[in-house]
């Protein structure tokens, strides 16, 4: 490996495959290692609106940001969207670049129109993930119509080994959307589903993040 030093933080072991073939196909030279605390997705949906447990979650996503900082990482991608306020803070205590997953997507759906439909299988990814679409939009003065969904049941379906029903329910929630300008697959795990929807400008997080990883690096 020639490139920078890259860590993956993930809090789903779904999202190691989809983040390691996106940078194999689209960065082949970043010397890419993973980090996984597969328990933090279940301690964040068993957590509800416990502020206690809210707060030790938050400090363990920093804490996996300094960990991959202090093994070398020159750049760090976290690939789950149900921690955007976490990540941005240990983007604001790590002296490198911190990326949380889903910021360059949501320039691209900006970017394509006002309508714009979010699909995701992780609950607590609904309501962040349109929340971070509408803080960016603000932030550009635009006024977008945002439709959030859940689709219930995929991740389940992925988790017991059945990607075929995972990606079929992902493609009949697009196809049950409305007419947008682009649908946002919310979840680095959900990125095998997009060849199943057709019809749709669908954007996935992976590639627009590694391309906004090597402009930041210079790379």
């Known amino acids: 490996m020639t490139g920078p030093r890259i860590a993956l933080i993930h809090a789903l072991p779904d999202s190691v495959e ?3 073939t996106a940078f194999k196909r689209d960065w082949p030279e970043a010397w890419v290692f993973n980090v996984l605390d597969d328990a933090l997705a279940r301690d964040q949906a068993a957590a509800g609106d416990d502020q206690k447990t809210a707060m030790v979650i938050n400090s363990r996503i920093i804490d996996l940001g300094r960990y991959a900082y202090a093994s070398g990482a020159k750049g760090i991608l976290y690939t789950c969207s149900a921690f955007g306020r976490s990540i941005t803070t240990a983007g604001k ?5 911190v990326l949380r ?3 360059a997507a949501v320039d691209a759906a900006l970017d394509a129109g006002p309508r714009i439909a979010l699909l995701a299988t992780f609950e607590p990814t609904v309501g962040m993930m349109k929340a971070e679409v509408e803080t960016a939009a603000k932030a550009r003065n635009l006024s977008p119509n945002v439709d959030s969904r ?3 049941g995929a991740l389940a ?3 017991s080994g059945d990607g075929a029903t995972h990606d079929r329910l992902i493609a009949e929630a697009a196809a049950a959307l409305p007419e947008v300008d682009a ?3 919310a979840q680095f795990s959900m990125t095998r ?3 199943s929807i057709k019809g749709r400008n669908v954007i996935t997080t992976p590639g627009s993040a590694i391309a906004r990883l090597r402009r930041i690096l210079g790379a």
Do not use: D, G, Y
Not at 93 to 97: A, F, S, T
């Open 18 to 20: 989809p983040a390691n």
């Open 93 to 97: 205590l790590i002296p490198c670049p």
């Open 101 to 103: 997953p889903n910021e």
């Open 150 to 152: 859940l689709v219930p």
């Open 157 to 159: 379906a992925l988790q």
């Open 183 to 185: 649908v946002v697959l």
């Open 193 to 195: 589903a997009a060849s």
